[in-house]
């Protein structure tokens, strides 16, 4: 059977130039189909789609799954699917240029990785809400910005994917990603999206939906570092890297990590690391050269 390829069902080209994510209720798009989406492909994106109420059923490479909520279905590039829907469907679909999210760039390259096949998966009631008010954060971020390229869009979206992967993967998959290091594994990334721009515990917190204790007591768990010292470490490591491996000054380096006063971030280096910005640079060189 001939299963046509779309980039959005129905659509051979992004409306946007620079067109990365899209974003829209289930219902927007499969009520115009009689909210039945006929099965086809997608040869660069990936999708999330979640249902909070309703029912369905997909067809995924010709295999009929039952769609219960609240779920997930994830869908790597190049996979026929299709879907049939009630009239009381509601939840989200989310399209993403697989290469424009670190967590799913690798997939059409890396065929042993768990987001390399697609996946149902029905939500855990403890994980539920948090996943709701992810998916929700989401829809509100893209309605503001249209698919602008965002850092929290990004990291967002990274979380609900691993959220769902801990539901998804069987309780012997060493593999496995728990909610827990689900969270660490997207504050993670929205740190080397945002750490220039000096954000606090605080903010952090906010930004992935949690409360700084919970964030913190989690962070804790899975790393044994606070969550402002695990903050910090990501801070240190870009300092040390461009002192090692750029010609920057010392002040270059200090604005571009968003310490206005180099003299404040030479003794915070200092007090992170031991040395002061000007020896760290002397003594990791020299050992280099040995």
Same mark, same amino acid.
């Given at each position: 059977?001939?299963?046509?390829?779309?980039?959005?069902?129905?659509?051979?080209?992004?409306?946007?130039a620079d067109?990365?994510?899209?974003?829209?209720?289930?219902a927007a798009?499969?009520?115009?189909?009689?909210?039945?989406?006929?099965?086809?492909?997608?040869?660069?994106?990936f999708q999330?789609?979640?249902?909070?109420?309703?029912?369905?059923?997909?067809?995924?490479?010709?295999?009929?799954?039952? *769609?219960?909520?609240?779920?997930?279905?994830?869908?790597?590039?190049?996979?026929?699917?299709?879907?049939?829907?009630?009239?009381?469907?509601?939840?989200?679909?989310?399209?993403?240029?697989?290469?424009?999210?670190?967590?799913?760039?690798?997939?059409?390259?890396?065929?042993?990785?768990?987001?390399?096949?697609?996946?149902?998966?029905?939500?855990?009631?403890?994980?539920?809400?948090?996943?709701?008010?992810?998916?929700?954060? =989401?829809?509100?971020?893209?309605?503001?910005?249209?698919?602008?390229?965002?850092?929290?869009?990004?990291?967002?979206?990274?979380?609900?994917?691993?959220?769902?992967?801990?539901?998804?993967?069987?309780?012997?998959?060493?593999?496995?990603?728990?909610?827990?290091?689900?969270?660490?594994?997207?504050?993670?990334?929205? =740190?080397?999206?945002?750490?220039?721009?000096?954000?606090?515990?605080?903010?952090?917190?906010?930004?992935?939906?949690?409360?700084?204790?919970?964030?913190?007591?989690?962070?804790?768990?899975?790393?044994?570092?606070? *969550?402002?010292?695990?903050?910090?470490?990501?801070?240190?490591?870009?300092?040390?890297?461009?002192?090692?491996?750029?010609?920057?000054?010392?002040?270059?380096?200090?604005?571009?990590?968003?310490?206005?006063?180099?003299?404040?971030?030479?003794?915070?280096?200092?007090?992170?690391?031991?040395?002061?910005?000007?020896?760290?640079?002397?003594?990791?060189?020299?050992?280099?050269?040995?």
């Amino acid at each position: 059977m001939f299963v046509p390829t779309y980039d959005l069902y129905g659509e051979k080209r992004p409306q946007e130039a620079d067109f990365w994510v899209h974003c829209e209720t289930i219902a927007a798009r499969s009520s115009a189909y009689r909210w039945e989406i006929r099965p086809h492909r997608h040869d660069s994106f990936f999708q999330f789609l979640y249902i909070r109420n309703g029912s369905g059923d997909a067809d995924v490479a010709g295999e009929g799954i039952l *769609l219960t909520p609240p779920c997930v279905v994830l869908m790597p590039p190049g996979v026929s699917h299709g879907y049939r829907f009630s009239k009381d469907i509601e939840g989200f679909v989310i399209t993403v240029v697989a290469d424009r999210l670190p967590i799913t760039a690798r997939v059409p390259q890396n065929r042993g990785d768990w987001l390399s096949r697609p996946r149902m998966a029905v939500i855990e009631a403890k994980e539920a809400p948090y996943l709701d008010a992810t998916v929700q954060r =989401i829809a509100e971020e893209f309605e503001k910005h249209r698919g602008e390229r965002r850092s929290l869009m990004g990291s967002l979206l990274t979380t609900a994917i691993l959220i769902t992967g801990s539901s998804a993967a069987p309780p012997d998959n060493g593999g496995r990603h728990d909610a827990k290091q689900a969270r660490v594994e997207a504050l993670t990334t929205l =740190i080397a999206e945002r750490f220039r721009d000096q954000l606090t515990a605080e903010d952090y917190a906010r930004l992935l939906n949690l409360s700084v204790t919970h964030l913190n007591r989690v962070v804790r768990e899975v790393t044994g570092q606070t *969550l402002h010292d695990f903050i910090m470490t990501r801070v240190v490591d870009e300092a040390s890297r461009a002192l090692l491996f750029t010609p920057a000054s010392i002040k270059q380096i200090a604005v571009s990590l968003g310490f206005a006063d180099p003299a404040y971030f030479s003794r915070w280096f200092r007090k992170r690391t031991g040395r002061t910005p000007g020896r760290f640079r002397s003594d990791e060189r020299e050992s280099l050269e040995r």
